[in-house]
């Protein structure tokens, strides 16, 4: 089973869900509508906004795509290369989103509060979230989150993963998410994530079972996460719908949703979509990290110029296809040449290769016999 055929399908998902979130920000998310449209969700899109309000799933299959994905792209990897990844994968793009974002908010906006100058330096480091400054676009606090995954599979990843290392990290996770919700402790629960680490230690145990085979213990640990992602989605639900939509929102479609996200990437994890070669699918997933990036606040800005000038669904297509674009141009003028420039950067020197190889391993020596004396 190649990572060709693996890839096209979670590129699929990953493109569904950026989609999504594009759909319940322009269309769903009741604020940001009604300041960019100058209507209400329902007024605005009576029957489409039935669908969108549930965009914000997308977040979590997201999440439950990284697991995955993040322990397959490591498998084989110490931890400085897993530093390196991550660096060369997120900042890139990151950094110009923000750059785009920022400037555009500054320049053709006072419909949105602008964010300070020192404000918009931090958010260069992602720091933002946990030093409590304003984030440039409201989609970045998904970043923390990820970067709170990845300071704990670090840790793993220093050991070195095995099957039997990464099941363990999983359930001590697992258990530590249970100890952190009755504890209520700050520091603890921004580092265990407690309402998001379900999705995470799914999408690694499924990444588990699909290197090495079906295991009741790895089905198990999924079969806990996805009781505990629907009672999740099943409160965040109701609580979407009356802070952020301000009218009820059934759970049960988002139930049946994270059903359906369980039931897909259970899927790939038994080979049932390697057929999927769409080469298609890889392009796009390519382009979903940037257009999750700059769509949100770029996109209110367009909709708010273009909305008393094109009909509302001329208007909404111009405004996804520019974002799409927007995306495209990212990835190609910026993401792929300074990923390409930190790679070179940060790669290892020979000499650094070769003291390596020779400094040796404690952990590893063993005890040499002893001699008799003459």
């Given at each position: 089973m190649g990572h060709r055929n693996r890839l096209a399908a979670l590129d699929g998902l990953r493109l569904c869900a950026a989609l999504g979130v594009v759909a319940y920000h322009f269309t769903g998310f009741e604020p940001g509508v009604r300041k960019a449209w100058g209507l209400s969700a329902t007024d605005a899109f009576p029957g489409l906004t039935t669908f969108t309000s549930y965009g914000w799933l997308g977040v979590e299959l997201f999440f439950l795509i990284s697991g995955f994905v993040i322990c397959m792209s490591c498998w084989g990897r110490d931890a400085g290369a897993f530093f390196?990844?991550?660096?060369?994968?997120?900042?890139?793009?990151?950094?110009?989103?923000?750059?785009?974002?920022?400037?555009?908010?500054?320049?053709?906006?006072?419909?949105?509060?602008?964010?300070?100058?020192?404000?918009?330096?931090?958010?260069?480091?992602?720091?933002?979230?946990?030093?409590?400054?304003?984030?440039?676009?409201?989609?970045?606090?998904?970043?923390?989150?990820?970067?709170?995954?990845?300071?704990?599979?670090?840790?793993?990843?220093?050991?070195?993963?095995?099957?039997?290392?990464?099941?363990?990290f999983c359930y001590l996770w697992l258990i530590a998410v249970v100890i952190a919700v009755p504890a209520k402790t700050p520091l603890f629960n921004a580092v265990v994530q407690p309402r998001w680490a379900p999705y995470f230690i799914a999408g690694v145990a499924l990444y588990l079972i699909h290197r090495f085979g079906s295991d009741i213990k790895l089905w198990g640990l999924v079969g806990v996460c996805f009781a505990m992602a629907v009672h999740h989605v099943h409160g965040l639900a109701i609580q979407v719908g009356r802070e952020d939509l301000h009218r009820p929102l059934s759970p049960v479609p988002a139930v049946l949703a994270m059903a359906a996200f369980f039931a897909v990437m259970s899927a790939i994890a038994l080979g049932w979509l390697t057929r999927i070669r769409w080469r298609w699918l890889t392009t796009a997933g390519l382009l979903t990290y940037p257009l999750y990036l700059i769509h949100e606040f770029n996109g209110w800005v367009l909709i708010h110029a273009l909305r008393d000038h094109l009909p509302r669904y001329v208007t909404l297509a111009i405004v996804t296809a520019t974002v799409l674009a927007g995306a495209w141009l990212l990835h190609h003028l910026v993401e792929r040449p300074v990923a390409a420039f930190l790679r070179r950067q940060l790669a290892p020197r020979p000499q650094d290769l070769i003291n390596q190889r020779r400094a040796p391993d404690l952990r590893d020596e063993k005890p040499r016999p002893r001699v008799p004396a003459p």
């Open positions: 390196r990844s991550r660096v060369v994968r997120l900042f890139p793009a990151y950094w110009a989103a923000v750059a785009v974002t920022f400037s555009v908010v500054a320049l053709f906006s006072t419909e949105y509060r602008r964010v300070s100058l020192p404000d918009a330096l931090l958010n260069l480091t992602m720091l933002q979230r946990p030093l409590g400054a304003r984030s440039v676009d409201g989609v970045y606090w998904t970043l923390w989150v990820e970067a709170c995954f990845y300071v704990l599979f670090a840790g793993v990843v220093w050991r070195g993963l095995t099957l039997y290392r990464v099941s363990v």
